[in-house]
């Protein structure tokens, strides 16, 4: 049976606008359909995917072939990477199937290197935007510009709360009610914070993180339709969180901390929201046995 297994990821990362996202321990597998002689069979609370689910739709753009079942723990419409994660793993599932499972073996860097490049373009061709699929496709924290991801050197391990109220987003809903132009004083703003950003991660700076995290594109603006969301932000910096972003176009908030402090920033936020406690995906989109 062919299956893969596909990190959500929370994107922007406050300034970084389309360029920088992190892999969360948020998975989900996608699989092709084991067709046997008396009935086809998928894993238990897995549900099999019709022709226009974003995973199916990859998969048939990878040129797979039979239908694909999809387990996942990733809420639709919350800014935790869903549709970038499906896309990423029906391209990944298709190229499996082309090619075996060991091209993704990392005793094969060449081919592996190849795949995980040809999963980024066709799942970045198919989102719209590539900082959602880069971060599902190689895991951890990643850029992302013109085709190009590089993974981001982050030596902390910390505690990744993500805080999901019960509404939810359409990101091209999002997307419309941004400007087209911004001021030249807002892009150098975000232009230096999302440079700051990029060195704090790498150095692991927390101090350094807080002020790299703010941004002036895109955040009030979705806040402002969704105040209980940045309320939660608003509460878990002010419990002593390294720093904190509307994670892609929202209504999810996400922030980092040290995981000696997560039970009091838990406690902290909002009752009115879902509050899923994970950590940063080193690995990526990868085969799986079970």
Known sequence: MIRVRVPGSSANLGPAFDGLAMALTLAADVGVVAETAS???WPERAHVVDDAHPADVAFRRGGGRGRLWVRSPIPMGRGLGYSGAMRVGGMTAAIVQREGAGVLSTDRPADRT???????KG??????????VAASTYGGVVATADGIAVRVPFPLVPAVI?????????????????????????????VTHTALL???LAAGDTDALRVAAQDRLHQDR???????ARSALTAGLAAGAWCGWLSGSGPTIVVL???????R?????????????????????????E
Not at 173 to 186: C, E, G, I, M, Q
Not at 222 to 228: G, H, I, S
Not at 257 to 263: F, N, P, V
Not at 267 to 278: E, N
């Open 39 to 41: 009935t086809p069979s």
């Open 114 to 120: 190849a795949v995980l490049a040809e999963v980024l």
């Open 123 to 132: 799942a970045a061709e198919l989102e719209g935007h590539a900082d959602n």
């Open 162 to 190: 993500a805080w999901v109220p019960a509404l939810t987003t359409s990101t091209a809903r999002s997307r419309s009610t941004l400007p087209s132009t911004v001021s030249f004083t807002d892009a150098v703003f975000n």
């Open 198 to 200: 990029v060195a704090a």
């Open 222 to 228: 979705r806040l402002a339709v969704a105040e209980p």
């Open 257 to 263: 901390c040290d995981a000696t402090e997560a039970d």
């Open 265 to 289: 920033i838990v406690a902290s936020l909002p009752p009115d929201g879902d509050v899923k406690r994970l950590a940063l995906d080193p690995l990526g989109a990868r085969v799986v046995d």
